[in-house]
């Protein structure tokens, strides 16, 4: 029922289902069962013909949900979180430099299709200005590599 966690519990979801085509029928039958509150209403606010036709398997149903949920409007409000989502913005004023970075990187890949250097780019968009003094992201080809440079200089960006 959250739409700001719908990608996350997607990609759960569609992992479980490769690991049998018999698993992947089965969670068009079983998903639903488990939706809770505002899912859970509109699912079974369809008609028993529409639920037992997206219930035939996963990627039915998968199709089903993200056409509704997922609409225009919800793309552009993912899009925006990620442009403007920020070290230790509000709801985050604790976060460590490694979190930020995870919480940063899974925005821009829900909302973007961008190659390495942009992703960097954008990740570091979002710091402070003194964290370049420790951390020069033009020395990074790869989001990889400036993760493990945010965790190792962890300590001193706090400190910043």
Do not use: C
Request: charged share 35%.
């Amino acid at each position: 029922g959250d739409t700001d966690r719908i990608v996350k519990w997607l990609l759960k979801v569609e992992d479980f289902s490769e690991l049998s085509e018999r698993i992947f029928e089965q969670l068009g039958k079983w998903v639903p069962k488990r939706f809770t509150d505002e899912a859970e209403s509109w699912y079974y606010s369809l008609p028993r013909e529409v639920r037992a036709d997206i219930e035939q398997d996963w990627g039915t149903l998968r199709d089903f949900i993200t056409e509704f949920w997922m609409n225009r409007k919800w793309w552009e409000r993912q899009k925006k979180r990620a442009r403007n989502a920020s070290y230790r913005d509000q709801g985050h004023t604790r976060e460590m430099p490694s979190q930020y970075y995870i919480r940063k990187l899974e925005l821009l890949k829900v909302a973007f299709d961008l190659d390495d250097l942009e992703i960097i780019s954008e990740i570091m968009n979002g710091v402070p200005d003194s964290w370049e003094t420790v951390i020069n992201s033009e020395l990074y080809a790869t989001p990889q590599e400036l993760q493990a440079s945010i965790r190792y200089h962890e300590e001193t960006l706090v400190s910043l």
